[in-house]
């Protein structure tokens, strides 16, 4: 059954406002899945390199599986979605676009984004839509993986030798704004909330994330800044070059070839 024909689902506010909600979720999944398919043959190891490649093409698969659900509501082409918008209709976090930097950057970026997509997750497997909620509880089987993955290679940087703490603690301080920001509101998600698509609040979720990421970053001697300011815009269409450039090169065969598959 379609997502549009579920009586919780049956108002035309309620489902704009769920559409909007799994828009952002899809946008970060694709965008961050690129970055991660950038690292492809440039990873510090081949171990590495084919982790990350596997991560990209799940985050990209995961991102069809919403655009698609967001056509069920909206009526909308997933392709299209993916690759017909411009850059300030996109509703991603403003972290996953951010280029790659070196690989301490990267690392830190999956670790605290792949929390956050946990937690949020989490919310989406205990609602009571139950198409939602089965394609969650799917995607956390997938995603576990990439947690082990970005915490094993936070805790090894961020213990090895000086000059990579460093790095790490740098690129945390950098990134921790924009990865706070995860948790910034879409459009009337107040519907969302009251429809049972989700389990708790944004603010519930933030804190989840919160206590889950902060107990590894003490255990390995890291720490976040002490006057971060969230709100970074992302959910709101407020992005950097840094989309543009990207979404420039990842549209390129759709813009060529209107319609082509992905």
Avoid: C
């Avoid at 995860?182 to 989840?208: C, K, M, N, W, Y």
């Amino acid at each position: 059954m379609s997502l549009a024909a579920l009586p919780a689902l049956q108002g035309t506010d309620t489902r704009r406002a769920l559409a909007a909600y799994l828009l952002s979720v899809a946008d970060d999944e694709l965008i961050l899945g690129h970055r991660h398919s950038e690292w492809t043959g440039f990873a510090p190891d081949i171990e590495s390199d084919v982790a990350l490649s596997s991560i990209a093409q799940e985050e990209m698969g995961h991102a069809r599986l919403f655009y698609e659900r967001v056509g069920e509501l909206a009526e909308g082409d997933p392709d299209a979605l993916a690759f017909g918008r411009g850059a300030e209709q996109f509703r991603n976090l403003t972290l996953v676009e951010r280029s790659n930097g070196d690989w301490g950057y990267s690392i830190v970026r999956l670790f605290l984004y792949d929390h956050a997509d946990a937690v949020r997750l989490e919310a989406l497997a205990g609602g009571s839509v139950t198409p939602l909620a089965d394609l969650a509880r799917t995607l956390r089987r997938e995603e576990k993986y990439h947690l082990m993955y970005g915490e094993q290679w936070l805790r090894g940087l961020a213990t090895a030798m000086t000059d990579s703490r460093d790095r790490i603690q740098n690129a945390l301080s950098r990134g921790w704004a924009e990865a706070a920001a995860f948790f910034e509101p879409t459009e009337d998600f107040r519907s969302v909330l009251d429809s049972g698509a989700v389990a708790s609040s944004l603010d519930q979720q933030q804190e989840r994330w919160k206590e889950t990421v902060l107990s590894v970053l003490d255990a390995v001697g890291l720490s976040i800044p002490s006057d971060w300011e969230g709100g970074a815009g992302g959910r709101a269409g407020r992005h950097t070059d840094d989309l543009r450039i990207l979404l420039d090169e990842m549209t390129s065969v759709w813009r060529s070839e209107p319609g082509a598959k992905w």
